[in-house]
T-cell receptor, first 112, second 118 residues
């Protein structure tokens, strides 16, 4: 069974305090790993997709990395507007129709 | 690009009535659309996968007669909650996969619909 575990469940940072979110996964074969941002009462917003170990993607203050067992979302010098829940999802190779398995998310709060 | 519109954003209905939620891909053709349900403080749970022109595939434990899904065109899928009861109250979110960009398999999400059944 495919599993996705995100840690920590919640993270509080001061503005400018860099940190990382973790996404550990177990799948029979990975087609892709996806990071989304979700604000309260809204649908997830696509951030990154990673397909192979060693791959990295960057967008503004965010950088996602991937190994064979986990992915990290690094947040550099965060701002209050980065506060949100960050969701990680995996798409196994065997899946049909591109279905995703989501983790429980990390709720990030950045204080000014 | 890759905008998914979901309507309505919030609906309140009486127990026993039916509610229809629409999901539209505005700037791409979506061969596959997905419907999720999300409870407070929890992650997204896939309810069903719908492919344009064919019957939806429901996840285990999801009643297909209660949650009717129609994907009649490449830009529109609808979810109808039939004979809604208070336990159906939840946040429903749709997503769509860009058929042209299919190799990337990215799902783009709508803003969600908050359903409250009285």
């Amino acid at each position: 069974e495919d599993q996705v575990t995100q840690s920590p469940e919640a993270l509080r940072l001061q503005e400018g305090e860099s940190s990382s979110l973790n996404c550990s996964y177990t799948v029979s074969g990975l087609r892709g790993l996806f990071w989304y941002r979700q604000d309260p009462g809204k649908g997830p917003e696509f951030l990154f997709t990673l397909y192979s170990a060693g791959e990295e993607k960057e967008k503004e203050r965010l950088k996602a990395t991937l190994t064979k067992k986990e992915s990290f979302l690094h947040i550099t010098a965060p701002k209050p507007e980065d506060s949100a829940t960050y969701l990680c999802a995996v798409q196994p190779e065997e899946t049909s129709g591109s279905r995703l398995t989501f983790g429980e998310g990390t709720q990030l709060t950045v204080n000014p | 690009g890759a905008v998914v519109s979901q309507h309505p954003s919030w609906v309140i209905c009486k127990s026993g009535t039916s509610v229809k939620i629409e999901c539209r891909s505005l700037d791409f053709q979506a061969t596959t659309m997905f419907w999720y349900r999300q409870f407070p403080k929890q992650s997204l749970m896939l309810m069903a996968t719908s492919n344009e022109g064919s019957k939806a595939t429901y996840e285990q434990g999801v009643e297909k007669d209660k949650f009717l899904i129609n994907h009649a065109s490449l830009t529109l899928s609808t979810l109808t909650v039939t004979s809604a009861h208070p336990e159906d109250s939840s946040f429903y979110i749709c997503s769509a996969r860009d058929g042209v960009q299919g190799a990337k398999n990215i799902q783009y999400f709508g803003a969600g619909t908050r359903l409250s059944v009285l």
